[in-house]
């Protein structure tokens, strides 16, 4: 495994979906993995450290693996087709500061991707780049917010 290798892990249940970030992922530079249960990511500290996660699960699924998603919270990416303020509310509780509203639109796929995993040349050129506090929606109702 290269130093500079970016891995993204994908966990959703819908193949369209899965194709569609697999291809957008590889196109930005990323080994991608489909995983089917957040268990498989244990073992993979090196290459969360370098990548992202992206997760479309039920919220209960969700709790059950509230350690991890803590854990790698900076490298964590919720999807859902619908994204309410309750549901921001309570993933907020949980700790998952970024959500994507399905179907994701590959821009603010790429905006999200520079925020989690910025490239040699914007760590650079920005050092404080790629460091978000706060939790937000990254898109709601089609809308950026």
Same mark, same amino acid.
């Given at each position: =495994? ?6 993204? !892990? &994908?966990?959703?249940?819908? @193949? *369209? ?12 530079? !990323?080994?991608?993995?489909?995983? @089917?249960? !957040?268990?498989?990511?244990? $073992? ?31 490298? !964590?990416? *919720?999807?859902? /087709? ?16 970024? =959500? ?5 639109? /590959? ?5 999200? &991707? ?6 040699? @040349?914007?760590?650079?050129?920005? /050092? ?6 706060? $939790? ?10």
């Amino acid at each position: =495994m290269k130093e500079r290798d970016r891995y993204a !892990f &994908i966990l959703d249940k819908d @193949e *369209f979906v899965r194709l569609s970030l697999n291809k957008i992922l590889n196109k930005y530079g !990323f080994r991608v993995e489909e995983i @089917e249960h !957040f268990s498989q990511l244990e $073992s993979r500290k090196k290459e969360i450290a370098r990548g992202i996660v992206l997760a479309d699960v039920e919220t209960d699924v969700l709790e059950k693996a509230i350690s991890l998603v803590r854990k790698w919270n900076d490298r !964590f990416v *919720f999807m859902s /087709p619908l994204i309410t303020e309750e549901l921001n509310l309570r993933l907020k509780k949980m700790g998952v500061r970024r =959500m994507i509203k399905k179907p994701v639109e /590959p821009r603010l796929l790429r905006r999200v &991707i520079r925020e989690i995993c910025p490239s040699e @040349e914007e760590r650079s050129s920005s /050092p404080g780049r790629g460091r978000e506090k706060d $939790s937000r929606s990254i898109q709601k109702g089609g809308e950026q917010t």
